[in-house]
Each structure stands twice: as structure tokens, then as C-alpha cells.
């Protein structure tokens, strides 16, 4: 189980808090965004909401609570603190007023990560990286090059030893990163990169909408369920008996939602509300599970794709999701790939919208199923990517009552692709219960349709699943 803490975004105030010294630069800062700062750091924080207080605090490695009291008056506040390891930690902190203590409630949270962009093209969150140890290293030895780093742990996977480094505001990461690869003590360090949600592509597929979504039944358990790591969810009634559960990797107290509309597409599809253009519906009720793992801006990183992979994990998901790829190549999210697989888990990836033939992940991932986009008559959509990691193709046209960077209607792209072959194992899994991911896989690859060259090919895999493979693989 992952012991990832939950983290807000800096906002106009740049905080910094290593164990009892914090450093806070605000110059008429709302109170909650300095908070949101803070709590970045793992500290649960809880405020009145009546409270509506401008601030400006300028203060460098000052004691937390000195600091703490000088941000927050004339109100009241109580820190709580934990010993890890014989070092006192701040765990939480709560801002009222005086006299109103009982009036707290857990921090309002609206976050998105602090995206830059890497000499080399790459994308990954400002002053932050994630490394794991090499073997034998102390946790003595840990925390000194922690404390010659200047650097905060916080968040850790103990699963997969995955620290996640805070560094002070405006460090050059690439350049840590260089000078920490040949560090004996570490394994790898990368920084924590973050990918973008794929390209919306509206398509005129037809030239009306369908008269209603197809009805979708209740699942008769929990079990089982298909894991959805997306934009989010929009609980629209023909949702609500399929969807069992429901987290947003940002806001993990909150109600799930979807500021883009892609997750909600994806969740249609696999509920069966949605069938593509080519595609078959199946009797199978199917337990959703619906994850927001990017921000509103349309970013995730790879720590927080791990937390959202430890949720679905933790909640019984035999098929995840990910109708999204980047070309940036991360050994920890190999890691993760190669995690969810080895607790019993089917990972299913979109190619790419984007003919390049270059390698997309974590579908090109080993052992992960990459997915093309064939029209609605069976030919490969033109903008599918190929190449040999690809490993099939499905219906990748759908006709939506939500629309993702532009209106309701018909969309093409190997995100509905992959969220229809998602759905499709996951009726497997409910019809064979007792079959193991090998075994699902086996059949898949004996049901899909032969198209293109004869055998495995790159612009369709092992072949089509088309309503036809849909109904040998479910017989």
C-alpha cells in the first residue's frame, strides 16, 4: 500500500520546510494558498472556512512554530508532530479562530502541478525529483546527503523504494540529476516527469447523435473492476450503477470530477453506456473504478500515476486503463508498469494519436497491451501510431453526450480503442473469474480478426477486435 502523502501546488508564495526550520516568501498571499504550500510538505491542514485573511511574511529558516505564529495572526493554531526515525516531523497543522476551534475542516484543495519544461524537450514538476537507493545504503547515510542536498523527502513507496525529493524553489534540476547519477549511494534519479492528456480529436463520423446511452445494469460485486487513470469522472446517471468507486489523486478528500471530459468518455465506453462504431456490446455489468490522476491543466507526473496505481491496485482493479501515452521514456514508470502487472493486473495503453511510428508508454512498456485504432470499417485510422510494440487494434470511433476540447458528438482516437478492449477483458474476467491474466491475454490474442499482414504486423498488432473477436473472446 502506498504511503504517498498529498500534495498541493505553490502558488504565488514559495514555501520551504525542512524538519523543524521553514522558510515562507508571501507578499499579500491568501492564507490558504500559503497553507496549500505548506501542506505540500505532507502536513494535513485544517482551517475555519470563515476565515478570509490576507498575508505577507518574509522569513528564512525560522522555527516552524515561531514562523507558523507570525503567518497566522491574531488567529489561533495547533501543530501536530510525529518522531520518524528519532526526528520530529510537522504532521499537521490547524488554523482557527480563537475560541472556534471545532469550526475547522480539512483544507479546500485546487491544485495543478508546477509543470517546466527540460532542456531536452521534456516535461517534469519544478524542483522535484524521485530516485531510489542502491542497495545497502543506510538510512544514516540517507539522511546526510539529504541534509547536503538541502533536499525534503516527501512522499515514499516502500513497495518500490521510491523517494520523492523536494528541493528548494528554482533548483536546476537536470543538473542535480546529472550530478546525482553517479552518486554510489542512489540506484536511479530521474525527475518527476509529467505527461500531457492525449490530443481531442472530434470526428464526423455521422451526422447525428445517438437517441440515448445504452443501458448499463449494476455489477453483482466489487470484484474484479476495471480501473480507469484519467481526467476524471462526471457521475451522469447512466454511470451511477456501474462506477464503484471513485479518487482524485489531487484533491484525495474531495468528490471526483472531470474538468476535461476525456475520463468521463472512457468510463461510457467501459461501462458499455458507449459502444464504438464497429464494436459489439456485451451483457457483462462491469465495476468501475474512476480515477482522476491529471490536473486541470492536463498534466500527471509519474508519483502521482503511482499513487493513482496503488488505489486501483488496493481496490480489486484485474484491468487498468490508460487511454493516454507520452514519448518521454521513465525507468520508474517502467517500474510501475512492471508493479500493477505483478499484482495481478492487465495494463491496457493507447499508441497514440500521432503516426510517428516512434515507441509511445507506458504502451510500448514490456508486457503492457498497446492499442491502434481501426474506422468503423475495419481499416487502420490514419492517424494511428504503429510500430512493433503496437499489439492491436479496436474500434476507435464513438459517438459521445459529453465532448474533450470541443462539443458532444463523434470523437476517433486509440483512447476509445484501448478503453473498448479494457472493457472487453474485463467481461472476460466476469465471465471466467477464476481465470488468471495469462489466460485472458491467451484468448484475446486467439480471438482478435487477422488484418494487414498475415501474423503480428506493425499498424495492426496481432489483429482487429472487432464485433466479430468480441464474441469469439466472450463465448
Known amino acids: 500500500?502506498?504511503?504517498?502523502?498529498?500534495?498541493?501546488?505553490?502558488?504565488?508564495?514559495?514555501?520551504?520546510?525542512?524538519?523543524?526550520a521553514i522558510s515562507i516568501q508571501a507578499e499579500q498571499e491568501d492564507l490558504r494558498d500559503v497553507l496549500q504550500a505548506i501542506a505540500e510538505f505532507g502536513v494535513r491542514v485544517e482551517i475555519d472556512p470563515q476565515i478570509n485573511q490576507t498575508v505577507t511574511l518574509d522569513v528564512r529558516e525560522t522555527d516552524v512554530e515561531e514562523a507558523i505564529a507570525e503567518l497566522v495572526h491574531p488567529l489561533g493554531y495547533a501543530l501536530v508532530w510525529t518522531m520518524t526515525n528519532d526526528t520530529a516531523r510537522l504532521d499537521a497543522l490547524r488554523v482557527f479562530r480563537i475560541g472556534q476551534e471545532v469550526e475547522v475542516r480539512p483544507l479546500a484543495v485546487n491544485r495543478n502541478l508546477n509543470v517546466v519544461r527540460g532542456w531536452n524537450g521534456t516535461d517534469f514538476v519544478a524542483d522535484e525529483l524521485l530516485l531510489t537507493l542502491a542497495p545497502g545504503t543506510t538510512l544514516d547515510a540517507f539522511q546526510l546527503l539529504l541534509s547536503q542536498l538541502g533536499a525534503t523527502v516527501i512522499e515514499a513507496h516502500p513497495g518500490l523504494g521510491i523517494y520523492r525529493l523536494r528541493f528548494p524553489p528554482g533548483t536546476n534540476i537536470e543538473a542535480l540529476v546529472a550530478q546525482l547519477i553517479n552518486n554510489t549511494l542512489i540506484r536511479h534519479v530521474e525527475p518527476n516527469y509529467a505527461y500531457r492528456m492525449p490530443t481531442g480529436e472530434y470526428a464526423p463520423l455521422s451526422s447525428t447523435l445517438p437517441s440515448g446511452l445504452r443501458e448499463v445494469n449494476a455489477p453483482a460485486s466489487t470484484g474484479n473492476s476495471l480501473a480507469i487513470l484519467d481526467s476524471g469522472l462526471t457521475l451522469l446517471p447512466e454511470l451511477q450503477q456501474a462506477v464503484v468507486g471513485a479518487y482524485d489523486s489531487f484533491d484525495p478528500q474531495g468528490e471526483i470530477s472531470d474538468p476535461a471530459g476525456h475520463g468521463t468518455q472512457m468510463a461510457l465506453i467501459a461501462s458499455g453506456a458507449v459502444v464504438p462504431d464497429g464494436g459489439v456490446s456485451?451483457?457483462?455489468?462491469?465495476?468501475?473504478?474512476?480515477?482522476?490522476?491529471?490536473?486541470?491543466?492536463?498534466?500527471?507526473?509519474?508519483?502521482?500515476?503511482?499513487?493513482?496505481?496503488?488505489?486501483?491496485?488496493?481496490?480489486?482493479?484485474?484491468?487498468?486503463?490508460?487511454s493516454w501515452g507520452t514519448e518521454t521514456d521513465s525507468e520508474l514508470l517502467r517500474r510501475i508498469s512492471a508493479y500493477a502487472q505483478a499484482r495481478g493486473a492487465i495494463v491496457v495503453a493507447s499508441a497514440g494519436n500521432?503516426?510517428?511510428?516512434?515507441?509511445?508508454?507506458?504502451?510500448?512498456?514490456?508486457?503492457?497491451?498497446?492499442?491502434?485504432?481501426?474506422?468503423?470499417?475495419?481499416?487502420?485510422?490514419?492517424?494511428?501510431?504503429?510500430?512493433?510494440?503496437?499489439?492491436?487494434?479496436?474500434?476507435?470511433?464513438?459517438?459521445?453526450?459529453?465532448?474533450?476540447?470541443?462539443?458532444?458528438?463523434?470523437?476517433?482516437?486509440?483512447?476509445?480503442?484501448?478503453?473498448?478492449?479494457?472493457?472487453?477483458?474485463?467481461?472476460?474476467?466476469?465471465?471466467?473469474?477464476?481465470?488468471?491474466?495469462?489466460?485472458a491475454l491467451d484468448a484475446l490474442a486467439e480471438a482478435v480478426t487477422d488484418a494487414g499482414e498475415p501474423g503480428k504486423d506493425a499498424h495492426y498488432g496481432v489483429g482487429v477486435l472487432d464485433a466479430q473477436a468480441t464474441q469469439r473472446y466472450l463465448q
Do not use: C
Not at 504511503?3 to 520546510?17: H, I
Not at 468503423?376 to 510494440?389: A, H, I, L, Q
Open 1 to 20: 500500500m502506498s504511503l504517498f502523502f498529498f500534495l498541493p501546488p505553490v502558488q504565488g508564495s514559495e514555501v520551504f520546510l525542512k524538519g523543524g
Open 282 to 322: 456485451s451483457s457483462e455489468a462491469i465495476p468501475l473504478i474512476a480515477i482522476r490522476a491529471f490536473d486541470s491543466n492536463g498534466y500527471t507526473s509519474t508519483a502521482e500515476l503511482l499513487r493513482a496505481m496503488d488505489y486501483a491496485l488496493d481496490h480489486s482493479a484485474r484491468v487498468i486503463n490508460l
Open 354 to 439: 500521432e503516426a510517428t511510428g516512434k515507441p509511445v508508454y507506458p504502451a510500448a512498456y514490456p508486457g503492457v497491451l498497446a492499442i491502434g485504432a481501426v474506422n468503423p470499417d475495419g481499416g487502420v485510422w490514419e492517424k494511428s501510431n504503429y510500430g512493433e510494440f503496437l499489439d492491436l487494434a479496436a474500434p476507435g470511433g464513438a459517438v459521445f453526450p459529453v465532448g474533450y476540447n470541443g462539443p458532444a458528438g463523434p470523437y476517433m482516437g486509440t483512447s476509445a480503442a484501448a478503453a473498448y478492449t479494457s472493457k472487453t477483458i474485463a467481461s472476460y474476467f466476469t465471465r471466467y473469474p477464476d481465470a488468471t491474466p495469462q489466460q
